[in-house]
């Protein structure tokens, strides 16, 4: 058996993996995004951009994606980098892989149970009973944009701080030193130093936590309560509630489009910032 | 600085520490603290519903994370060899399966089989010899591993990829010097080295098919997995026996993710 062959054998079942279940099934989505609703649900071959011209109806929830997503998105890295910039130049380094894993592990565990933590802590006996005590009466939280916004930045804070501390834990500390010794007070050195050279992990947190937030559905499912409602709410209603197939699959070929599209557009910035920061180190 | 990163730490395991506290909760209202028991525990073990959601997650999470380490190491080990187009169409392939939201793979996966399954069951059904109920092609089990495999197996291709790609090509050189078959060599000098690899994203894939609940919702057909059963519990309302299968699952996935963390880090070790 040749070298060849023998690779081929290698990559035949994931290669026949992911066409059946990955490039067949996008395809059709594609596909059925030009058909036509059938009558008792499903649907209709069809050539026609009916579905597309129908996308208005559903501006509401792409609005709030597309709001919810950069906002949660940055709101995600406000909190994140002080964090991550701890655990990188501050921490013990006894204690940095405990803190680290620390920050880790809420992430690889069940969104849907953290997320329901949060409406247990939100709902009526939670947090709004406790404001309550201080006699500013109380305040709704469950059910709102803000717990929707609570239960992002909660659920993708540990997916921001890991490719942040990455970065940072790798930037040479001689650096650091070197600016302070050229006399740079600590705020100058994290601007023109520390900062810059962060951007990569920045990008790479930013990055996914946005493709992640573009899809989501559970967080405004429990803590939105029907009243924020994203592309993903809209695709379970379409289609599992309508059943409208042909119209689902049209919106989810534009939330993919849609992502595509930010996602070019994001790298090119990154690209484009890094390179001018080459050209600054350069004089 | 210490101070911040203390308060941090207290919003990430504080809704935890909750639901973990209210889960022993004697009462039986949700939110009022009456009293430590283990009863709910008990209610939720014994409550059959749970159990044979518990034993469909179970099954699908083994099988799936079994195929997408066995499948996608080969996959890693085959991309090492290769060059040119057939390699890029498989980075790609592996960039669209992290990249694309799980909610459109659910729908995509759910809209395809089922068209497919339309199409096919007639043919079955017309080629079965009389007299013998055909089999009726159905989304269920098989598709829900189907598509937690595809998922994971490029989780596991990125994590082997990345021990090979930091292993010492000299080693295999001198084995094949030394006169060891190329499949020698794999099963006595890279297999050993990217074992813990192998074991880590075996775990990493099982903690993703047990605590899926966008893909396995569209997919699941009439089967339900846990988290299906926990997400339709919730909108009935807050009980403390959400808490308690709330709890145990996530004690259950920080076992395995410290395991595959120790794991990974012996290996760097190692290396």
Same mark, same amino acid.
């Given at each position: 058996?040749?070298?060849?062959?023998?690779?081929?054998?290698?990559?035949?079942?994931?290669?026949?993996?992911?066409?059946?279940?990955?490039?067949?099934?996008?395809?059709?989505?594609?596909?059925?995004?030009?058909?036509?609703?059938?009558?008792?649900?499903?649907?209709?071959?069809?050539?026609?951009?009916?579905?597309?011209?129908?996308?208005?109806?559903?501006?509401?929830?792409?609005?709030?994606?597309?709001?919810?997503?950069?906002?949660?998105?940055?709101?995600?890295?406000?909190?994140?980098?002080?964090?991550?910039?701890?655990?990188?130049?501050?921490?013990?380094?006894?204690?940095?892989?405990?803190?680290?894993?620390?920050?880790?592990?809420?992430?690889?565990?069940?969104?849907?149970?953290?997320?329901?933590?949060?409406?247990?802590?939100?709902?009526?006996?939670?947090?709004?009973?406790?404001?309550?005590?201080?006699?500013?009466?109380?305040?709704?939280?469950?059910?709102?944009?803000?717990?929707?916004?609570?239960?992002?930045?909660?659920?993708?804070?540990?997916?921001?701080?890991?490719?942040?501390?990455?970065?940072?834990?790798?930037?040479?500390?001689?650096?650091?030193?070197?600016?302070?010794?050229?006399?740079?007070?600590?705020?100058?050195?994290?601007?023109?130093?520390?900062?810059?050279?962060?951007?990569?992990?920045?990008?790479?947190?930013?990055?996914?936590?946005?493709?992640?937030?573009?899809?989501?559905?559970?967080?405004?499912?429990?803590?939105?309560?029907?009243?924020?409602?994203?592309?993903?709410?809209?695709?379970?209603?379409?289609?599992?509630?309508?059943?409208?197939?042909?119209?689902?699959?049209?919106?989810?070929?534009?939330?993919?489009?849609?992502?595509?599209?930010?996602?070019?557009?994001?790298?090119?910035?990154?690209?484009?910032?890094?390179?001018?920061?080459?050209?600054?180190?350069?004089? | 600085?210490?101070?911040?990163?203390?308060?941090?730490?207290?919003?990430?395991?504080?809704?935890?520490?909750?639901?973990?506290?209210?889960?022993?909760?004697?009462?039986?209202?949700?939110?009022?603290?009456?009293?430590?028991?283990?009863?709910?525990?008990?209610?939720?073990?014994?409550?059959?519903?749970?159990?044979?959601?518990?034993?469909?997650?179970?099954?699908? /999470?083994?099988?799936?994370?079994?195929?997408?380490?066995?499948?996608?190491?080969?996959?890693?080990?085959?991309?090492?060899?290769?060059?040119?187009?057939?390699?890029?169409?498989?980075?790609?392939?592996?960039?669209?399966?992290?990249?694309?939201?799980?909610?459109? &793979?659910? &729908?995509?996966?759910? &809209?395809?089989?089922?068209?497919?399954?339309?199409?096919?069951?007639?043919?079955?059904?017309?080629?079965?010899?009389?007299?013998?109920?055909?089999?009726?092609?159905?989304?269920?089990?098989?598709?829900?591993?189907?598509?937690?495999?595809?998922?994971?197996?490029?989780?596991?291709?990125?994590?082997?990829?990345?021990?090979?790609?930091?292993?010492?090509?000299?080693?295999?050189?001198?084995?094949?010097?030394?006169?060891?078959?190329?499949?020698?060599?794999?099963?006595?000098?890279?297999?050993?080295?990217?074992?813990?690899?192998? !074991?880590?994203?075996?775990?990493?894939?099982?903690?993703?098919?047990?605590?899926?609940?966008?893909? /396995?919702?569209?997919?699941?057909?009439?089967?339900?997995?846990?988290?299906?059963?926990?997400?339709?519990?919730?909108?009935?309302?807050?009980?403390?026996? &959400?808490?308690?299968?709330?709890?145990?699952?996530?004690?259950?996935?920080?076992? !395995?993710?410290?395991?595959?963390?120790? !794991?990974?880090?012996?290996?760097?070790?190692?290396?």
């Amino acid at each position: 058996m040749t070298a060849r062959t023998r690779n081929w054998l290698l990559l035949a079942p994931a290669g026949t993996w992911f066409l059946v279940m990955l490039v067949v099934p996008l395809t059709v989505v594609l596909i059925f995004s030009f058909g036509e609703r059938g009558p008792a649900g499903g649907y209709v071959p069809a050539l026609t951009l009916e579905q597309y011209a129908n996308l208005p109806a559903r501006w509401t929830a792409f609005k709030n994606t597309m709001v919810l997503a950069p906002v949660g998105t940055i709101a995600a890295l406000l909190i994140a980098y002080p964090l991550a910039y701890f655990l990188a130049v501050k921490a013990d380094p006894k204690w940095k892989t405990i803190l680290l894993v620390l920050v880790i592990v809420p992430f690889w565990t069940s969104i849907l149970i953290r997320s329901y933590a949060w409406i247990f802590l939100l709902g009526g006996r939670g947090i709004p009973e406790l404001i309550d005590l201080f006699g500013i009466g109380k305040p709704r939280l469950i059910n709102t944009p803000f717990a929707v916004l609570i239960g992002i930045i909660y659920g993708y804070l540990p997916l921001m701080v890991f490719p942040i501390f990455v970065s940072l834990d790798r930037l040479d500390k001689r650096l650091l030193e070197a600016s302070s010794d050229l006399g740079a007070t600590p705020a100058r050195t994290f601007l023109q130093v520390t900062l810059p050279l962060s951007v990569p992990g920045v990008a790479t947190g930013c990055l996914l936590v946005f493709i992640l937030l573009m899809g989501e559905f559970l967080i405004p499912a429990l803590l939105g309560g029907g009243k924020v409602f994203f592309v993903g709410n809209a695709l379970v209603d379409l289609f599992l509630q309508s059943r409208n197939w042909a119209y689902g699959s049209a919106v989810a070929a534009t939330l993919v489009f849609i992502m595509l599209i930010s996602v070019t557009i994001y790298m090119r910035l990154i690209s484009r910032l890094n390179t001018q920061r080459e050209d600054v180190s350069l004089m | 600085m210490r101070l911040y990163a203390l308060c941090v730490y207290l919003f990430l395991y504080i809704p935890i520490g909750v639901i973990a506290l209210f889960s022993f909760n004697a009462g039986r209202h949700a939110s009022q603290l009456q009293g430590l028991s283990t009863q709910w525990y008990g209610k939720a073990l014994n409550n059959p519903f749970v159990m044979d959601a518990l034993e469909t997650s179970l099954i699908v /999470a083994l099988v799936s994370a079994t195929l997408a380490s066995l499948f996608g190491t080969m996959a890693a080990v085959g991309l090492q060899g290769i060059r040119g187009p057939m390699r890029a169409t498989f980075d790609g392939l592996i960039y669209v399966a992290i990249m694309i939201p799980g909610i459109v &793979i659910g &729908i995509a996966t759910l &809209i395809a089989l089922v068209t497919i399954f339309d199409f096919v069951n007639p043919g079955i059904a017309a080629m079965w010899p009389e007299g013998v109920e055909p089999p009726n092609l159905n989304m269920g089990m098989g598709s829900l591993i189907a598509a937690h495999t595809m998922f994971t197996m490029a989780l596991v291709v990125i994590i082997v990829r990345a021990r090979l790609s930091g292993m010492d090509a000299t080693l295999t050189e001198a084995s094949s010097d030394l006169y060891a078959t190329p499949f020698g060599t794999f099963r006595q000098v890279t297999l050993p080295l990217i074992f813990p690899a192998i !074991l880590a994203g075996f775990l990493l894939s099982f903690t993703f098919s047990f605590d899926d609940f966008i893909i /396995a919702f569209f997919v699941a057909g009439s089967e339900t997995t846990l988290p299906i059963y926990v997400f339709s519990s919730i909108r009935r309302g807050v009980t403390p026996e &959400i808490n308690a299968i709330g709890t145990m699952v996530l004690a259950a996935s920080l076992v !395995l993710l410290v395991t595959a963390q120790i !794991l990974l880090r012996r290996g760097d070790k190692k290396k």
